[in-house]
């Protein structure tokens, strides 16, 4: 009897488990929303062919940092209990939670497991990206954090479009006020959303989301919506076959890509609608990933040509900027690596990420109560920026001024958010002595400052 009622059981089971994510047809809805904004903001598409224009990389090696940078995380959870259940309740999310970290720190050190299947063809070009991720230690609050919460929501999923914020990105889900959880200072944490996506009303089968630093910039996008939604299927990498994952998106790759969007990169073959770069097409912007016109689905063959690379190694499915399944995606091209690399030399859209290494550990006063908002003002001297970086929020800054010798204000910044991290341009100054000056409530603090 026992066998029949196990021959029984688990085919039911099997559909049960596989029926209950569709496998993704739009992985990704950075184009998508790409396409909206620059229905809004008609100079942002220029700002995307800026960003994709080929690049002088004599600079940047020049400033080749050899110790990676790690990146402070912080995953917020949105889900419904049922959907907290289905993935194995909080053990089943710190599983997934670690073995995502893992994949990340893997895949952007060039030290994925699958390595070995990257075509030979391919592996000349394979890149390390060389930065580092860790879950946050210490809250903007400076009190200790594990790197992730969850919250029981009641509504079944987040709306891709709709709601409150740039009412784009998802970004019902990032605002508390909304039913989801405002993000944490975006200058010093990666924000990372996990939810169950909605579009219209109907389950949708878009795994993940990027907004980028200079989408606040370029597209009005208020900046508190900076950072990554993901799929509630899609995050982590399976450990047993029984758990519940999106086909196609067990292995963590879904944040490999997302995290890519934030470092700039786009996906591969150019969101152009199979053109190609010979007949006006865009393509990625980046000259060691062939042309190609469509994304990639499932787990494609090598070679494989398409209408915009008709031999050779044919196209680069197996990028991590294209949709194939995690299993098949390997790579990052070195190109892309060098590409992402400018996002955090100073001045570029991730530095401040870089520039938080405390948030790491855990706070080292959190039971006194009481806290120390030191500040660091580094480059000193300053090279075409100045950065302002607090272990804390501030709470009464208001004014940030530079000084020159004969003490005429040459810069002065209005704080209108209290904020861990601010920046001035000094690009525009004479070399020189300055004075840089913190206006507080009652009190001022006054440090020297060169300018190169
Ligand atoms: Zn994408």
Redesign the pocket.
Known sequence: MQRVTYRVVWPFLLLLLTAKFSQAQN?????RTVHALAAKYPDFQQKINQLKEPVEYRSAVKNTITEPYTIPVVFHFLLTQQQINAIGGEDGIRQRIDSQMLVLNRDFNAANFDYDEIPNGFKPLYGDVNIRFALAHTDPYNKPTEGYHIKTVSQAGFEIEGGTGSGIAFSDAKYTSAGGMDAWDVESYLNIWVVAPLDGGKTSDVL???IPEYFAEDANMPAVEQGIVVHYGAVGRRSIFTEIYVKGADEGRTLT??V??MFEL??IWGDDDGKCPDNGGGDDGISDTPPQAYPSSGCLVYPKYDGCTRNGDGIMFMNY?D?SDDRCALMFSKEQAQRMQRTWQPGGGVYSLTQHPWLLTYPVDSNSGKTNNTHVVYPNPADGVLNISFRLPTDDLQHIMLIDMTGRAVLSQEVKIQAAFYTLNTGNLHAGLYFLVLHYGADKVVERVLVR
């Open positions: 992985k990704c809805a950075f184009d993940g989301l990027a890509h997302e890519g969007h786009f996906h900027m949709y």
